[in-house]
């Protein structure tokens, strides 16, 4: 009956081996220790690790897991930044960073904007509803009209895969993914690494399940490059209609890196036994309409999370979700605003995360600095 | 004025309607192929010499399936450039699609489209015209009126016909004609939004997957269409190994069925999606370079296996013969996110090294890839529209001829195109077989190298 399936190959070349240069591991003073006045006054602790020459943050696929530890360990400096009574540094103070979200969004624009003004930068916001675009301006007319005034990191959301990648090579500042499409997501996985590594300490081994709507989910697709990176043993579960191609029954396919190495299991009560993160996804309400799914009520009673089936995994287990939440869809109130969820705190860990993230992109742009 | 008699010496001349393949002078005069001789000789007085030792000589290539995309889309392509541009790829004749602006769905825009030819074009142009008024799938044209007027064929081409019945009704009511009815197959409702081959490429990429079933059940539905009306059907692009295997087996029960195959088709892959040249990145990661938006084509780039299917499908004559699928379009086409951009590649001044991809990799011999180049497509064209004696070197017959070097590399440089359609995935690729010299009716329209005006 239930069937388990394991791609055992792993990738030949290891990460960060790739002509990619290497990342310092030097560490600059904490901050604690420096005197306001004093040189970089407020500079948040752990900058010196990042001081590397990634030029874009699009997914986590070319990312080395020691580039990945970098990035976490400067989002607890940034972390004390924001736990201060002023929320405010100026190390990127005279830096623009411009948002520019084709879809709309609340969460993820004003994480990156909390961001980038607590390290001084100056933010500018654009939807795209608002903007040149549903002039029928070009989407590469309206990134170099903006790069024109002069931006040092560009974030963006699209709905069309691999958009930013475009974007990436025709302009010249850095270039963040805030969600393209069905594909990747990237600062939403650094977050839910950082924050599983909060609370159960280094990840590799740690088992991650998760469930739902991996086909459309971006989030997921992300957090599975760097569970994978980070040594995790990833388990996903959902209705065959919305597993990708390649994790799909009969479509299993060892030769590809994107797919290698995920377990993928048919019950959700197999796949949540033992979990020490349990993760299920949003579902969409047009997978009715588009034939993925009879009905969500069928897809709650199979797949979705309430405490009986929390219960199946280790005690003190993570819940975590991406957010939004459909509460008593895929997800029961019970257990969203339990004891075992973290989903406000991947919110605000978020913040803190994109702080890490811009701040390596701009001290990549200041040359070296 | 009238040329000058023009001898071309020494070449292997290749000629499948004839079944010549020797080491032969070829002699043009008036227009016309004087003759083929026996074996390479002296030059006679009075003719210029065109040394083809080393090289293949062989009947201008045909295609049957171009879009030149005049009337109306003039800023991709004139019939000006892509007669030109097929100059360029060896072919003397092709077949204007009918996918323009108006459409190909009336006597006058055909009329145009030939005489524009006529005036302007480099080469020969044939044109096809639609199924279904404006292409719609929904009422046939004057189909008659059509044939009058000069079509070699009808096709909604970009729109499979989707209603069975009006496939079927096409199938019957085009027999009035002689003419084929060219279906491009994919099942639209299968097929979805669609932007590349369905698979682990696309599924990393997260772009939405066509399976190569929509193709396969559209064929399989145009077989059994054909075979109730006794019509005759052509299958644009084969491109999956069901769909070649269905082909196979329709014409194994002796139905009036044939097909074409593309150069890319029969060359490169979905792989190609990830902007490496064909490779996939080992650690999965994607560069900057990734969702090339040239590749992005209907039927969309297929699995290795697919075009294994199709080169076997050629080499065994269940394949009748390559199209290009010519699909010039402008910059901002393809300056886009790959959801965005339009479909096509421009591909008539590489098509020849595109096909010879797997001539060199043994699966297809030189003399099969020109026949379905030449002899093919002018059985295709048969008796229709002045059709007959093309794609041969008989004596007589229109001085269509193309001088190939078979082994020569060469770098892709759209930029160096003469089509207006700059759009190729194949940019910066070398290809091993290269167009040197394509004659049309006894003169020089195309020079490696040169710039023939």
């Given at each position: 009956m239930a069937r388990t399936r394991v791609a055992t190959r792993t990738p030949e070349r290891p990460h960060g081996q790739s002509g990619k240069p290497e990342i310092e591991t030097s560490q600059a003073t904490p901050a604690a220790h420096r005197k306001p006045g004093a040189a970089r006054p407020n500079q948040p602790p752990m900058f010196g690790g990042l001081s590397g020459s990634r030029r874009n943050v699009l997914d986590l696929d070319d990312f080395s897991k020691e580039e990945i530890e970098h990035i976490l360990q400067s989002a607890d400096g940034m972390n004390e930044v924001l736990s201060r009574d002023v929320r405010k540094t100026p190390t990127l103070r005279g830096k623009t960073i411009l948002t520019l979200f084709f879809e709309n969004s609340t969460r993820t624009r004003v994480s990156f904007e909390q961001a980038g003004k607590v390290l001084g930068a100056d933010v500018i916001n654009v939807s795209a509803s608002a903007s040149s675009v549903s002039k029928g301006e070009s989407l590469l007319n309206t990134v170099r009209t903006l790069e024109a005034m002069k931006i040092d990191v560009l974030v963006m959301r699209?709905?069309?895969?691999?958009?930013?990648?475009?974007?990436?090579s025709k302009i010249d500042a850095a270039v963040v993914n805030a969600g393209d499409g069905t594909h990747a997501h990237p600062t939403q996985s650094l977050l839910d690494l950082y924050t599983m590594r909060r609370h159960l300490g280094d990840i590799a081994g740690k088992k991650v399940t998760i469930i739902g709507d991996l086909h459309f989910s971006r989030v997921a697709r992300s957090d599975v490059w760097g569970l994978r990176k980070m040594g995790a043993e990833v388990t996903v579960c959902g209705p065959p209609t919305l597993l990708p191609y390649g994790l799909r029954p009969g479509t299993e396919q060892a030769d590809s890196a994107a797919f290698t190495g995920i377990n993928v299991v048919d019950r959700v009560e197999e796949a949540l036994e033992g979990a020490d993160v349990v993760m299920p996804l949003r579902i969409q309400r047009e997978r009715q309409e588009s034939g993925n799914l009879p009905d969500l009520r069928e897809y709650s009673k199979l797949y979705g999370i309430n405490a009986d089936r929390l219960a199946l995994a280790n005690p003190g287990a993570l819940l975590m979700h991406p957010g939004p939440m459909n509460e008593g869809i895929e997800i029961s109130s019970e257990v969203a605003h339990g004891a075992q969820a973290v989903i406000e705190e991947q919110v605000s860990n978020g913040v803190a995360i994109r702080m890490a993230v811009l701040y390596m992109l701009c001290a990549r742009s200041r040359g070296g600095e | 004025m009238v040329n000058k008699p023009i001898v071309i010496t020494g070449g292997r001349v290749i000629d499948p309607a004839q079944g010549i393949d020797r080491l032969a002078d070829v002699l043009l005069k008036d227009g016309v192929v004087e003759t083929v001789t026996d074996a390479p000789g002296t030059a006679p007085d009075g003719y210029e010499v065109i040394d083809a030792t080393g090289m293949v000589v062989a009947p201008g290539f045909i295609d049957i399936h171009t879009h030149l995309r005049e009337p109306g889309l003039e800023h991709k392509e004139t019939i000006a450039t892509g007669t030109r541009a097929a100059a360029a790829g060896g072919f003397t004749t092709i077949c204007a699609?009918?996918?323009?602006?108006?459409?190909?769905?009336?006597?006058?825009?055909?009329?145009?489209?030939?005489?524009?030819?006529?005036?302007?074009?480099?080469?020969?142009?044939?044109?096809?015209?639609?199924?279904?008024?404006?292409?719609?799938?929904?009422?046939?044209?004057?189909?008659?009126?059509?044939?009058?007027?000069?079509?070699?064929?009808?096709?909604?081409?970009?729109n499979p016909v989707a209603?069975?019945?009006?496939?079927?009704?096409?199938?019957?009511?085009?027999?009035?004609?002689?003419?084929?009815?060219?279906?491009?197959?994919?099942?639209?409702?299968?097929?979805?939004?669609?932007?590349?081959?369905?698979?682990?490429?696309?599924?990393?990429?997260?772009?939405?997957?066509?399976?190569?079933?929509?193709?396969?059940?559209?064929?399989?539905?145009?077989?059994?269409?054909?075979?109730?009306?006794?019509?005759?059907?052509?299958?644009?692009?084969?491109?999956?190994?069901?769909?070649?295997?269905a082909v196979r087996r329709a014409k194994e029960r002796g139905l009036r069925v044939t097909a074409e195959a593309t150069p890319h088709h029969v060359s490169i892959t979905d792989a190609w999606v990830y902007g490496l040249g064909g490779a996939i990145p080992n650690d999965g990661s994607l560069s900057t370079a990734a969702y090339d938006t040239n590749t992005k084509v209907n039927p969309p780039l297929r699995t290795y296996d697919d075009v294994d299917a199709?080169?076997?499908?050629?080499?065994?004559?269940?394949?009748?013969?390559?199209?290009?699928?010519?699909?010039?379009?402008?910059?901002?086409?393809?300056?886009?996110?790959?959801?965005?951009?339009?479909?096509?590649?421009?591909?008539?001044?590489?098509?020849f090294g595109s096909c010879m991809v797997p001539v060199h990799a043994g699966a297809l011999s030189l003399e099969n890839l020109i026949e379905r180049m030449t002899a093919a497509p002018a059985r295709f064209l048969g008796t229709t529209a002045g059709g007959t004696g093309l794609g041969s070197l008989k004596s007589g017959l229109p001085a269509d001829v193309v001088v190939l070097d078979p082994t020569s590399e060469w770098e892709v440089d759209p930029s160096a195109f003469f089509s207006k359609g700059k759009n190729t995935p194949l940019d910066g690729t070398t290809l091993k077989g290269r167009v040197v010299i394509t004659l049309y009716a006894g003169e020089v329209v195309h020079e490696a190298g040169v710039t023939v005006e």
């Open positions: 699209h709905p069309h895969s691999g958009a930013p990648y475009y974007v990436a | 699609m009918p996918n323009t602006e108006p459409n190909q769905d009336n006597a006058s825009t055909v009329e145009f489209v030939l005489r524009t030819g006529r005036e302007q074009g480099v080469v020969r142009v044939m044109a096809i015209g639609a199924v279904t008024l404006e292409r719609a799938g929904k009422r046939l044209v004057e189909m008659a009126e059509l044939a009058d007027a000069g079509v070699i064929g009808f096709s909604d081409d970009g209603d069975p019945n009006i496939m079927r009704q096409a199938l019957t009511y085009s027999q009035i004609t002689g003419l084929p009815i060219i279906n491009h197959c994919e099942e639209p409702s299968i097929a979805g939004a669609g932007q590349m081959q369905m698979g682990v490429i696309a599924s990393h990429l997260g772009l939405t997957g066509v399976p190569s079933e929509a193709e396969t059940v559209m064929v399989e539905r145009d077989i059994a269409l054909a075979e109730l009306t006794g019509g005759r059907l052509h299958i644009a692009h084969l491109s999956t190994r069901r769909a070649v295997e199709v080169v076997e499908g050629l080499a065994d004559g269940t394949i009748d013969m390559i199209a290009t699928d010519h699909a010039p379009h402008a910059a901002t086409d393809k300056e886009c996110t790959y959801q965005e951009a339009a479909h096509g590649i421009s591909n008539i001044e590489t098509a």
